[in-house]
């Protein structure tokens, strides 16, 4: 199975740890695509993509996702691990700390968040996350916690009403990238998990401002051990997995003459 990477900022250097075949952009229906760097790692062909491209040059609420996902299904992904840099809702997951969401709050506003606009196609996401994939991210010892990952529009950070509401409502940790990749994936029929790092407390659950600064040097911190999870996870994946995630579409679309004013 191929897999694919969505490295948020700081985790390029995992293609280093294998040996480059191939770099490629394409063109998709939704625009260009990042560079992809197509490598193999433990005898597996792994396509490596930077979210944000090079440089950072989209910040969060102008991520091309649309274009991001198919350009991977089009190179023949089945599965994707991505990272995402969080901030924490609860003193007791502390920057530094790994998560693995099993389950997300969407507050994103402005962003193009389906492949279907000219088919009525409702995917399930009642699990939003493989639980497969999951469990081979969880297997590595390193993660403290699964959790609800809240997607907000950013770019600007929280208000520290909007951390206590998002508490309430059952939230563990807020990123702003998260979304609609996730479900994006699952339109497509690709499994999909991410591997969350906390780099920094959310706001009014930290006592200071926060600087993008903070962000940037705990993901640096962190750096190498994310990467050798992911590596690590790259020889776990299985030749096929029996998850849900592959036949999404089934049942998911309404067929032409079938009601679907109703939904
Ligand atoms: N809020 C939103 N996105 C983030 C944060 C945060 O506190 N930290 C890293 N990405």
Same mark, same amino acid.
């Given at each position: 199975?191929?897999?694919?990477?969505?490295?948020?900022?700081? /985790?390029?250097?995992?293609?280093?740890?294998?040996?480059?075949?191939?770099?490629?952009?394409?063109?998709?229906?939704?625009?260009?695509?990042?560079?992809?760097?197509?490598?193999?790692?433990?005898?597996?062909?792994?396509?490596?993509?930077?979210?944000?491209?090079?440089?950072?040059?989209?910040?969060?609420?102008?991520?091309?996702?649309?274009?991001?996902?198919?350009?991977?299904?089009?190179?023949?992904?089945?599965?994707?691990?991505?990272?995402?840099?969080?901030?924490?809702?609860?003193?007791?997951?502390?920057?530094?700390?790994?998560?693995?969401?099993?389950?997300?709050?969407?507050?994103?506003?402005?962003?193009?968040?389906?492949?279907?606009?000219?088919?009525?196609?409702?995917?399930?996401?009642?699990?939003?996350?493989?639980?497969?994939?999951?469990?081979?991210?969880?297997?590595?010892?390193?993660?403290?916690? @699964?959790?609800?990952?809240?997607?907000?529009?950013?770019?600007?950070?929280?208000?520290?009403?909007?951390?206590?509401?998002?508490?309430?409502?059952?939230?563990?940790?807020?990123?702003?990238?998260?979304?609609?990749?996730?479900?994006?994936?699952?339109?497509?029929?690709?499994?999909?998990?991410?591997?969350?790092?906390?780099?920094?407390?959310?706001?009014?659950?930290?006592?200071?401002?926060?600087?993008?600064?903070?962000?940037?040097?705990?993901? @640096?911190?962190?750096?190498?051990?994310?990467?050798? /999870?992911?590596?690590?996870?790259?020889?776990?994946?299985?030749?096929?997995?029996?998850?849900?995630?592959?036949?999404?579409?089934?049942?998911?679309?309404?067929?032409?003459?079938? @009601?679907?004013?109703?939904?």
């Amino acid at each position: 199975m191929t897999v694919g990477i969505i490295g948020g900022t700081g /985790i390029y250097e995992i293609v280093e740890m294998g040996s480059v075949l191939e770099k490629k952009v394409i063109q998709t229906p939704f625009g260009t695509s990042p560079e992809m760097i197509i490598f193999n790692l433990h005898g597996k062909e792994v396509v490596f993509m930077s979210r944000h491209a090079e440089g950072h040059a989209y910040p969060p609420h102008m991520v091309n996702y649309q274009a991001n996902i198919w350009a991977l299904k089009n190179m023949g992904v089945e599965c994707i691990v991505a990272t995402n840099a969080v901030g924490s809702m609860y003193q007791s997951i502390k920057p530094g700390d790994l998560v693995v969401p099993h389950d997300f709050l969407d507050f994103t506003r402005l962003r193009k968040n389906t492949f279907y606009d000219d088919r009525t196609v409702h995917v399930d996401v009642t699990e939003p996350y493989c639980p497969l994939l999951r469990e081979v991210l969880n297997s590595s010892g390193k993660v403290v916690t @699964e959790g609800v990952y809240v997607c907000t529009e950013g770019p600007r950070f929280e208000t520290g009403a909007e951390v206590q509401m998002y508490r309430k409502l059952g939230g563990t940790v807020v990123g702003m990238t998260g979304l609609p990749e996730a479900v994006l994936a699952r339109e497509l029929e690709i499994c999909y998990a991410s591997i969350c790092m906390v780099s920094n407390y959310a706001a009014s659950i930290s006592p200071a401002k926060l600087t993008i600064d903070e962000v940037f040097d705990e993901v @640096e911190k962190k750096r190498e051990v994310l990467i050798e /999870i992911i590596s690590n996870s790259i020889i776990k994946i299985p030749e096929s997995f029996k998850c849900q995630c592959h036949c999404a579409l089934d049942g998911a679309e309404v067929k032409s003459g079938q @009601e679907s004013e109703d939904l």
